[in-house]
């Protein structure tokens, strides 16, 4: 991946937005998907019929050979699970991270829910990642460098309990998926680059109730916690332009996100 940052005109950023909106349905396809008795599969073929049906492209397919248009990770699994058999049980927590691209533009968001009957500890840990998120993206109306934001995000995880998943961080997207620059989920020493107008970024949380170390399964590609935790992991795309910050997967710009930290999105 470049180090440079690529920054982008607001046509371009209406562009990513049309594509976020693509991913928000599927996202939205998914989680009616996932019930008890489901399988991971279901809940990928949910959301690859909105993709197909938007004439958009999936951004997951393929990526470095990831074999589906869907990451759903299941409990312990956090991030990068790949669909297939497993059936879901009565109080899992499933994440559910994809992607689309329109005329070359991409959009990636993620989400985390409680199948069925929710444990208070999951309900916590899952409430704790997504105001982690909002409270990153909320940071950034503001922000002169990134780490305010990986700030605000670290901020919710020590007042919840929880810990941010080490070594996984959000990212810059545009014409690829990811893109520089790195946004951290916790304070880290050293120069963070400015914040500035023609950013896109993917603020993208993930948190563990252990002690946020992981490894990768034999497939290459699922990360679970190293001491069996479960995690979540929410996830939005957001454009900065010079008149303020616009979710762009999600339908409302992130109105209804935004509203508690007193942040108003303005659409590029």
Same mark, same amino acid.
């Given at each position: ?7 982008? *005109? ?24 996932? /019930? ?20 958009? *492209? ?188 616009? /979710? ?21």
């Amino acid at each position: 991946m470049s180090s440079r940052i690529e920054y982008k *005109t607001r046509e371009q950023m209406r562009v990513m937005a049309r594509a976020g909106l693509v991913v928000e349905k599927a996202l939205a396809a998914a989680k009616s998907a996932a /019930v008890v008795g489901a399988t991971t599969g279901d809940i990928n073929d949910a959301a690859a019929a909105v993709i197909s049906a938007e004439g958009a *492209t999936s951004n997951f397919l393929g990526y470095h050979g990831f074999p589906a248009v869907a990451c759903v990770s299941i409990n312990d699994e956090i991030v990068h699970g790949i669909p297939g058999d497993r059936v879901l049980q009565d109080g899992d927590v499933v994440s559910i991270d994809c992607g689309a691209i329109v005329e070359g533009w991409h959009g990636d968001s993620a989400l985390s829910f409680i199948v069925g009957t929710a444990g208070d500890a999951d309900a916590r840990l899952v409430e704790a990642t997504r105001r982690s998120m909002w409270a990153g993206i909320a940071a950034l109306a503001s922000a002169s460098r990134l780490d305010e934001v990986s700030a605000a995000i670290e901020d919710v995880a020590d007042a919840a309990g929880v810990y941010p998943l080490e070594g996984y961080v959000g990212h810059g997207i545009g014409t690829a998926m990811h893109q520089a620059p790195d946004v951290q989920n916790y304070r880290t020493r050293g120069r963070h680059p400015r914040v500035k107008a023609g950013m896109c970024l993917a603020i993208e949380p993930m948190f563990v109730r252990g002690t946020g170390d992981s490894r990768v399964l034999e497939d290459d590609w699922t990360v679970v916690s190293a001491d069996g935790s479960r995690g979540a992991h929410w996830e939005h795309s957001v454009a900065i332009h010079d008149d303020g910050i616009w /979710v762009l997967t999600a339908s409302d710009g992130g109105r209804a996100g935004l509203a508690s930290h007193g942040v108003t999105p303005v659409a590029p």
